[in-house]
């Protein structure tokens, strides 16, 4: 059994429709000091399976690697 | 400027359609040793702000505090 910790996020330059809402409406909310908030993917996956395994799924299903990257740890 | 990492989970115990389906279609991709996928959120935010001002975001938008964790590092 293995624990992964996968983060997955928009490629520079790739719109970030959620990201831009949370930065209007915390503008909203009064708080003026956000310059820019991104909103990605955290994905805990556990189980009998590899690095490579993990890497694949990724590839196949977790993340959209047109539009998105991903980054794998073991936690 | 400061840069943060949130990381959103759902609580323990919390029904996650996102992880569930996720699972299942692992399963069906041929990945057996699957035991667990859990979907949560992964937000990067810099500006002029401190950790108190982003946890009292957190609190207010970023999260729902009823049903989701969340956990804030210094990036």
């Known amino acids: 059994m293995a624990d992964y ?5 928009y490629k520079e330059g790739i719109f970030d429709p959620p990201g831009v809402t949370a930065e209007r409406a915390l ?3 009064g708080y003026q000091g956000v310059d820019e908030v991104k909103i990605g993917k955290y994905i805990r996956l556990s189980g009998d399976v590899d690095t490579s395994q993990v890497t694949e799924m990724c590839e196949k299903l977790l993340a ?3 539009i998105e990257d ?4 073991s936690a």
């Open 70 to 73: 991903f980054r794998i740890e």
């Open 27 to 29: 503008a909203n909310l």
């Open 64 to 66: 959209n690697p047109v």
């Open 5 to 9: 910790e996968i983060f997955v996020t």
